[in-house]
């Protein structure tokens, strides 16, 4: 990996941000050793198409296939620890006035290390909802059966995530749409920028004129418009950032 420079442009125009909005996507968890979503499944999943998967539909054909694929995931990520990009971001939140970020992952690293303003547009693997209800069920008997009961009305339990042909919650995306228009720089960070509504932000910023910067070893749908593109690891480049934003 040749040696990442961060621009000396680049460090005065966070450190000058008024506004500053952070998108992730599942490249920043590649690293806690979260498989990507793209990244070809593995195991059990291996003949599946994750897209296939993460949709209603797919959960009304093979309820428990689909509880335990979320089931095996959400093991995974409770065992996996955040890495030095997700304590990077929150490093930074704490150093810029007016700081969001808007996270596609389902995995709640960012919160385990330290993020606090932040908008899961996707949903979090660690909670779960009535599939027919919509509403967030914490608790409920264990009959062993899975995909587990809802206590209220016995209807499947389902991930509280969102899946593809289903609405992202109206609030955070709104607000993530409002942050991507008022900020003044944007970074994004480890997505493969494919899944809309979620890749159209950081265009959003670009119109309204902010600094646009990409952190992805691979290039994207993006990297060509984006104002910077460092091309690497975020567990290795925000550390990076943050050290020279810090010391500037
Ligand atoms: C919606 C939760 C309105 C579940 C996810 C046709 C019919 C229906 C819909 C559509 C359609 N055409 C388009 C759509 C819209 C669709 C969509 O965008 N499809 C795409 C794929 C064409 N979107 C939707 O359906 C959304 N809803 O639009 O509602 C609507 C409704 C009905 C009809 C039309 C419109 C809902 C999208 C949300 C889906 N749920 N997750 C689950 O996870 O199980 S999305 C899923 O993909 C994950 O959240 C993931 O985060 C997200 C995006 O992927 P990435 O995060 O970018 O991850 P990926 O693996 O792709 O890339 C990783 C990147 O990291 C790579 O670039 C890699 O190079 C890089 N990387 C690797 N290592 C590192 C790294 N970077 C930095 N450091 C490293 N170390």
Redesign the pocket.
Known sequence: MSEIVIPHDLIDALRGAKSVVVLT????S??SGVP????AQTGLWAKFD??EL?TREAFERNPKMVWEWYAYRRELTARAEPNA?HYALAELEGRASNFTLVT???DGLHQRAGSRNMLEL??NIHRNKCFQEDVRISRWIDSGEEPPRCPRCNSYLRPD????????PPVELDEAFRAAVECDVFLS?????????AASLPFIALQKGAIVIE????A?PLSNAATFRLAG???LVMPKLVEAVRHK
Do not use: C, K, Y
């Open positions: 996507g599942a490249g920043v590649a690293e990507t979503f793209r990244d994750p897209q993460a990009g596609q992952n389902i996707h949903g995530v969102v899946w593809f042909g289903e609405m992202l960070i480890g997505t493969s920028g494919v899944v809309e509504p952190v992805n070893p691979d994207t690891p975020s567990g």
